[in-house]
């Protein structure tokens, strides 16, 4: 149905500059000013089907959710002329895909748990032209909960299938979403059921059912239904259709940037021969696309496959292996020419395909299929996804014209940079801004190959590198933010927005802790006493849920649920000096926010538990060894010692300063040092019977327990460093930081999860780039918020280092050379010299002697 609104563009105001047109797949930013103040939204709640009513005594939990689905939405709207801007807003359950005239402007909404719905803003006047205007929306319903979604509870009206919610002022008018929009469920889409560690839906498309051209202008949309309006049905709901509405409550902006990048595409492409995959292969059309192609792939080299270029002239049966040189984020395009009903099944892989491999339940099951249309065929991805090599099986004669992704990260903005006078370390610098980026989208996340989950404890290594290098901390903040969801008893989940938070199952008591101090982190960077006046009761839950857990001597013992610390192997069983050392970490720094905004008797609690901890934690030292203990177990001291015990214990401040010298040599001693792993396995993979040795409570030690430290894995890794930096060997750091380098190997540029195992490309393992600004550089905040900055460089065995380092007041310079220091400074600051003596120093340039 089309609308007509007569337009002055020459006398209706613009709120900011418009955007530029981008690029397909680059970054259209959202309007970066509210252009919206109502709580209350001139749109209705769409969807395709009429509610069902709802029993006058149903509180409406009992009706099922849809399955997987995808839906159009459309309407045209007449402009006598446009605006100088056009602001919108939009959002949608579970996804959209927003199109203007037929370009694509942006994609979301934001990851959140459905009562906080995030919203996007854009501005549509570069895309709106005088005379006929489409907006037509593709709006995902995932139907069960994924890796990055999770349901909503519904209400007989909301929170069943896909709605939509947009609304945009044009001039004096508005262009809302009602019930003279058009509709279409789609029968083009479908997804296989998740399983296991799959968390990233997996896309069945044919091309066979799709309206061509149905986000275009001209489009014939008079043969769709028209919407049905969605109300809040329950009592006391009134049957309400314009937010905000029960069960996503009221709309929140999204609060971060959109994301985008460039179109890549691969550098070497190989294919097999004709009839690699036999007809059986093709006969069962509801096998998973990427069983199919790992079934035609078993026993198969395909490095010795022949080089080719596109166009290629794929034969049926056969299989084209391409490669991106390192892993690419994004969306997959593929244009190709086919007869009708030929598909084309997708895998996409982190690392080559081995014709030996066994199929570790760790390795990503992401892909996609596409069913040919006969002409104009194209496939464009909805899912984002993580690649470096993909593997195409065509089942009959197909032409392969172009495979291209459209990569979406989230954008790395500002002035920062580092340099010194050893290109490896340089190399990691930029890998650690690489790593978080491909797993920074609407959220910090694990992997972009296997997971995208948002990990409550993953992230506060991604948001310490965006503090460092990034000038937009948007996302650091979200970071604490959507992580900010506690269980009924005060503990975090372990991953939020997603099936393990909706399934309200066993949690990782110890991420909550690395949240605390992602709150911390905040309370350094930003200093918003009243962004972190909201987040201490939160904080404070997680610490009192430890409570029960706390044993005469006043340390932690006997925690329940998955004590995870690190894949490295150490032990929290009985009375755990990690679990300990954490929650004193947390209890230290709760102390400090609460005096920050001024409630001193929060901090006297946690500063006595603190004490308490600090005595009973005498019982885990070990004199001979010069550090600390991973456990007790039944009243008697174990053996196993770990770099995280030893660590741990300094950061929180239970290890005496007398000890931190003998601590530290004792967990960076490589005479001693071994890597262990209760999880990895010797072929880079999981290892399943250890996983099921640990859940029978089965841990095997294979070290010498007695003078070995198992050293922790790259994720605790960054406290691990923090405390050798306390410490004062903060120069040490540059030696310890060059075993992440390689994973810089064969093209890869990302750091990988563990030493030798697990996912390339992982961002819990970017700890290096923050150490690189905060201690080898030397840029941390002085006091909160960058009132003031404290520039305390340590070389190590580094002759040239500099750099520069986001603040919220500009950039701090520095580079040292020849043992001279020069800074530019936007705010006052505290050099430290090489000696430990302090020197004062005004904003503006200032120099002087290390």
């Known amino acids: ?73 459309r309407t045209t709207v007449e402009l006598a002329s446009v605006p100088a801007a056009v602001p919108a807003r939009l959002t949608a359950d579970s996804r959209y895909v927003l199109f203007v005239n037929g370009a694509e402007i942006g994609r979301g909404p934001a990851r959140s748990q459905p009562r906080r719905q995030r919203f996007d803003e854009y501005d549509l006047a570069p895309f709106l032209t005088p005379g006929e205007n489409s907006v037509a929306i593709l709006v995902t319903y995932y139907g069960q909960p994924t890796a990055f979604w999770q349901p909503a509870v519904p209400n007989g009206g909301l929170g069943l299938d896909a709605v939509l919610a947009f609304e945009a002022r044009i001039g004096d008018d508005w262009l809302v979403t009602d019930d003279s929009w058009r509709v279409q469920r789609s029968t083009a889409w479908t997804s296989p059921e998740l399983d296991g560690l799959d968390g990233v839906p997996v896309e069945l498309f044919d091309g066979r059912d799709l309206p061509l051209g149905w986000q275009n202008r001209g489009f014939d949309d008079s043969g769709w239904a028209t919407a049905s309006l969605r109300p809040a049905a329950h009592i006391g709901g009134f049957g309400r259709t314009q937010p905000p509405t029960d069960p996503y409550g009221a709309l929140l902006p999204r609060g971060t940037a959109s994301v985008g990048g460039e179109t890549v595409s691969p550098i070497d492409a190989r294919v097999s021969p004709a009839g690699l995959a036999s007809a059986e292969v093709f006969a069962n059309p509801a096998e998973h696309p990427v069983a199919r192609v790992r079934s035609a792939l078993d026993g198969h080299d395909t490095g010795a496959d022949a080089v080719v270029a596109f166009p290629v002239s794929a034969p049926a049966g056969s299989v084209l292996t391409l490669d991106f040189g390192r892993v690419v984020v994004g969306t997959v395009h593929l244009e190709l020419d ?28 992401t892909g996609a299929r596409y069913t040919a249309r006969g002409t104009e065929d194209a496939f464009d991805a909805v ?46 610098y930029t890998a650690g ?21 948002a990990w409550v404890g993953d992230g506060v290594v991604h948001q310490l590198v965006h503090l460092t290098t990034n000038q937009d901390w948007r996302m650091a903040r979200n970071y604490v933010a959507l992580g900010n969801s506690p269980r009924p008893d005060g503990i975090l989940p372990m991953s939020v927005v997603g099936e393990i938070e909706s ?26 006493a009243d962004e972190i006046r909201a987040l201490l009761p939160t904080v404070e839950r997680i610490l009192r849920w430890y409570l029960p857990y706390v044993d005469e001597r006043g340390t932690i013992a006997d925690v329940p649920e998955w004590n995870l610390v690190d894949w490295s192997s150490v032990f929290v069983t009985g009375r755990s000096s990690i679990l300990t050392a954490l929650w004193a970490r947390g209890l230290r720094e709760f102390a400090e926010l609460s005096r920050f905004v001024g409630n001193q008797g929060a901090a006297a609690w946690a500063d006595d538990l603190h004490a308490r901890a600090a005595a009973g934690f005498e019982d885990f030292w070990d004199e001979a060894r010069g550090t600390y203990r991973d456990h007790i177990v039944d009243g008697v001291p174990q053996a196993p010692a770990s770099q995280a015990a030893g660590a741990t214990a300094i950061v929180s401040g239970l290890a005496p300063h007398a000890r931190w010298e003998s601590i530290v040599a004792a967990i960076t001693d490589p005479d001693t040092l071994v890597v262990r792993s209760w999880i990895g396995g010797a072929d880079g993979s999981y290892d ?14 294979d070290w010498d327990a007695d003078r070995e430290v198992v050293i922790a894995e790259p994720f605790y890794s960054y406290l691990v460093h923090d405390a050798v930096a306390a410490a004062g060997h903060a120069g040490d750091l ?30 819990w393992s970017s700890t290096p780039t923050k150490d690189l600004v905060q201690y ?50 936007p705010v006052d600051g505290v050099l430290v010299h090489a000696d430990g003596t302090e020197e004062t120093f005004a904003a503006g340039r200032f120099s002087s002697a290390l």
């Open 688 to 701: 399943q019977q250890k996983i099921e040795d640990q859940i029978r409570g089965v841990q095997r030690i």
């Open 734 to 763: 540059v030696t310890l930081m060059r075993r992440w380098s390689p994973f810089l190997a064969d093209g890869y540029d990302t750091f990988g999860e563990c030493w030798g195992w697990g996912t390339p490309v992982h961002g």
């Open 776 to 825: 080898v550089l030397g840029v941390t905040p002085g006091s909160p918020g960058f009132a003031t900055v404290r520039i305390a460089p340590s070389l190590g065995p580094l002759g040239l280092v500099e750099g520069s380092a986001p603040t919220p007041h500009g950039s701090v310079l520095v580079r040292v050379e020849d043992g001279v220091v020069s800074v530019e400074s």
């Open 383 to 428: 899912e984002v996804n993580g690649m470096r090599y993909a593997h195409l099986l065509v089942s009959g004669d197909a032409v392969l014209r172009g495979f291209e992704v459209r990569e979406r990260l989230y954008p790395q903005v500002g002035e920062a940079f580092f340099r010194s006078d050893d290109p490896e370390i340089d190399a990691l």
């Open 1 to 73: 149905m089309s609308t007509t609104i007569p337009t002055d563009a020459a006398t209706t105001p613009a709120p900011a500059p418009a955007p530029a047109p981008a690029e397909p797949g680059a970054a259209i930013t959202a309007s970066p000013y509210s252009a919206f103040s109502d709580i209350a939204w001139r749109a209705h709640w769409i969807g395709a089907t009429p509610p069902t009513a709802p029993s006058a005594v149903s509180l409406g939990t009992d009706q099922p959710h849809e399955p997987f689905h995808r839906t159009f939405f």
């Open 338 to 365: 086919a007869a009708a009903g030929t598909t084309v099944d997708l895998l996409y892989r982190e690392h080559p395909h081995r014709s030996d491999e066994s199929q570790s339940f760790s390795i990503p099951r």
């Open 433 to 453: 801004i690489r790593t978080v980026q491909a797993n920074a989208q609407d959220a910090f996340t694990d992997c972009p190959t296997r997971e995208q989950r």
């Open 503 to 528: 399934s309200g199952g066993y949690t990782i008591p110890d991420w909550s802790m690395h949240w605390v101090h992602g709150v911390h982190n905040l309370y350094r960077y930003l200093g918003d």
